[in-house]
């Protein structure tokens, strides 16, 4: 479990059906905006997760629709803000806050890998006691990728679900 509090992120979005597509649609704007194009024409540290919100399409092969997000530095977490994307299709605004259960994975993410860990994670948030999906959320969840394509052993990846804890609810007993 954890939360996260309102906090900046560059993202686009990408309709699709496949998480990996749209992370590599989505990966070649978002690094054009961290790499200069901004208002202040200046790079953006890379920073880690690359988180990706899925918001289900309507049925089995109906697109969805991805919210791809690298997260500013805290340096840039000001009034102020990072500096705005010159890019139509990349935008700046807030996550959070968030209450999430968070299952943990290793390995290269795959589409059928990052969906069967999030299946297994909303079924242990419905099994638990004290706790219960986010229904503000609708049936969105997200992915978060930790490490670089070229990191090849030790990788960690993340499904997130949105929670509400109706009281101190016991581990979830799963990951892996």
């Given at each position: 479990m954890r939360?996260?509090?309102?906090l900046l992120w560059a993202s686009t979005n990408v309709s699709g059906v496949s998480i990996e597509a749209a992370g590599d649609v989505a990966f070649g704007r978002l690094f054009g905006y961290i790499s200069g194009?901004?208002?202040?024409?200046?790079?953006?540290?890379?920073t880690a997760p690359v988180l990706n919100r899925v918001v289900p399409g309507a049925g089995p092969n109906?697109?969805?629709?991805?919210?791809?997000?690298?997260?500013?530095?805290?340096?840039?977490?000001?009034?102020?803000g990072p500096p705005a994307p010159t890019a139509d299709d990349v935008f700046v605004g807030t996550i959070g806050?968030?209450?999430?259960?968070?299952?943990?994975?290793?390995?290269?993410?795959?589409?059928?890998?990052?969906?069967?860990?999030?299946?297994?994670?909303?079924?242990?948030?419905?099994?638990?006691?004290?706790l219960a999906m986010d229904a503000a959320f609708g049936d969105s969840w997200w992915f978060a990728a930790y490490d670089s394509p070229y990191r090849l052993t030790n990788r960690h990846n993340e499904v997130w679900v949105?929670?509400?804890?109706?009281?101190?609810?016991p581990p979830l007993g799963l990951l892996q």
């Open positions: 939360h996260y509090d309102s194009a901004n208002a202040a024409g200046t790079a953006v540290d890379m109906c697109n969805s629709t991805f919210t791809i997000s690298f997260f500013t530095p805290y340096a840039l977490q000001t009034d102020a806050p968030l209450a999430v259960a968070v299952a943990e994975f290793p390995g290269f993410a795959h589409d059928d890998d990052i969906v069967a860990h999030a299946a297994a994670l909303e079924e242990a948030v419905e099994a638990a006691d004290g949105p929670v509400v804890v109706a009281e101190l609810a």
